[in-house]
């Protein structure tokens, strides 16, 4: 039973020292730089935030985001050794990915650690001597096959090529799981605030969970525990960076109610499929589509907020109507939207992308923060009428009002005409 966190010795547990990572170690000298933004990996450093050697640790926070906690559940409930080390064997990446120019910009990419699927490979020297380094990106491939796709074949504007889409309604597609890694200077940066406000109100809005925020300014990486992001490509990977290939890509922030169980108060599956759909017509004409799966639920204000402000909307005097749309939200949330567009660029970075020929997105608040990051977008696709449900309506009008891309904006009377379902 040694090496687990504590010891169960038959007349108690005797738990072990508890370890302090918040003031620096006696041994300064063995914490392993980290040059954010170099472009040789070697030169940059590895993310390292292992749990076993606080003086090794050269970031703040630990791997899995918001998983740690169930981590911490194992350990503490005996199922897992606190010191187990995991074996990489046979998991490095389906298909590469990069290196691209972006990596070795500092001001790019600041809340994803370029090299965290390559971990095992550019680090391999490291780890064999024993450093405890984790990937925080993995890239797979898989088949994916969705109702509206089926339909969109049925409706003959899917055709099956045998490659990308196969004749079962299969879809051929690389996915890649993603964990926030977080260069604090750079984050700061984009919020245009500096990095000791933004420590401290981390700090503080956590409970005091990560000490380091502030007593660490030699750390500037913070693994935060929340949820990450899953990239889904279609078509071949390796064309992603060459300059003539074209690129159809929907930014997508989860709807757990719609995207999954098909809820209809929103647009966000039937517009997610309509994204997937347009990513599937790029590849089978020779260029790459890229969904980009955020996990932000209701506007990152998490679901019981969300379901308070659809009761809030649906008992309002008057029903549920466009023109109090994002009134109700803020009420509940003191904001209208805690998503934060600002990081969400550098995954396009990440992927080499430098032009987007197709967005399907009707959002200025994802328009204007890819075009500033210095991607162009060629076109805009909105999300077709026939696609919206029956209780989105209000959704849909209230967005268009707050100036989505759209070519109909609703006017006051219309906006206060109350369309979606009562309670
Ligand atoms: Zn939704």
Same mark, same amino acid.
Not at 13 to 31: D, F, G, M, Y
Not at 155 to 173: A, K, Q, S, W
Not at 262 to 280: F, K, Q
Not at 316 to 340: H, I, L, N, P, S
């Given at each position: ?11 108690? +547990? ?15 000298? @063995? ?32 791997? @899995? #985001?918001?998983?740690? /906690? ?11 050794? @606190? ?75 899917? /055709? ?22 977080? !260069? ?37 990486? !913070? ?57 599937? #017509? ?16 209701? =506007? ?6 969300? !379901? ?30 805690? =998503? !934060? ?33 210095? +991607? ?40 206060? +005409? ?6």
């Amino acid at each position: 039973m040694t090496g687990l966190n504590r010891l169960r010795d038959g007349k108690g +547990i005797v738990p072990k020292p508890i370890i302090l990572t918040s003031h620096p170690q006696r041994r300064p000298a @063995a914490t392993p730089p980290l040059a954010w933004g170099a472009a040789d990996p070697l030169a940059r450093g590895p993310v390292i935030a292992t749990l076993a050697d606080p003086a090794a640790r050269n970031a703040i926070g630990t791997h @899995a #985001g918001s998983y740690a /906690l169930y981590r911490a559940l194992a350990v503490a409930s005996g199922q897992l050794r @606190a010191d187990h080390r995991p074996d990489f064997r046979n998991t490095r990446p389906a298909v590469p990915v990069g290196p691209f120019p972006a990596w070795g910009d500092p001001g790019k990419i600041v809340s994803l650690d370029p090299w965290g699927h390559l971990v095992p490979e550019v680090f391999a020297d490291a780890m064999a001597a024993g450093q405890d380094i984790r990937p925080s990106i993995a890239v797979t491939r898989a088949h994916i096959n969705m109702p509206e796709l089926m339909q969109a074949m049925r409706d003959g504007r899917l /055709l099956p090529d045998g490659e990308v889409l196969l004749g079962n309604g299969d879809v051929r597609v690389t996915k890649i799981a993603i964990e926030p890694v977080w !260069f604090l200077p750079g984050v700061a940066a984009r919020f245009g605030i500096g990095e000791t406000e933004l420590r401290r109100d981390l700090f503080e809005q956590t409970g005091g969970m990560f000490p380091e925020l502030v007593t660490r300014p030699d750390l500037r990486v !913070f693994l935060p525990p929340i949820g990450g992001m899953t990239v889904y490509l279609f078509g071949e990977p390796s064309k992603l960076g060459l300059p003539h290939t074209q690129v159809a890509c929907r930014i997508h922030d989860e709807c757990n109610g719609s995207d999954v169980f098909g809820s209809d108060i929103c647009t966000c599956r039937p517009y997610l499929a309509h994204g997937i759909e347009a990513c599937i #017509g790029m590849a089978q004409e020779g260029g790459v589509g890229v969904i980009v799966y955020n996990r932000k639920e209701g =506007r990152a204000l998490g679901e019981v907020t969300k !379901f308070l402000v659809y009761n809030a909307r649906k008992r309002q005097e008057g029903g549920d109507r466009a023109d109090q749309y994002f009134q109700r939200t803020e009420c509940v949330a003191g904001v209208q939207d805690m =998503r !934060f567009q600002e990081l969400m660029p550098d995954v396009l970075h990440w992927l080499g992308i430098t032009r987007i020929d197709r967005l399907v997105s009707m959002s200025n608040m994802k328009f204007a923060p890819i075009i500033e990051s210095g +991607i162009e977008v060629i076109s805009r696709v909105p999300i077709p009428d026939a696609l919206i449900p029956a209780d989105a309506q209000v959704e849909m009008d209230a967005k268009k009002a707050a100036g989505y891309f759209t070519e109909a904006v609703p006017d006051a009377a219309e906006l206060a +005409i109350a369309k979606g379902r009562a309670l």
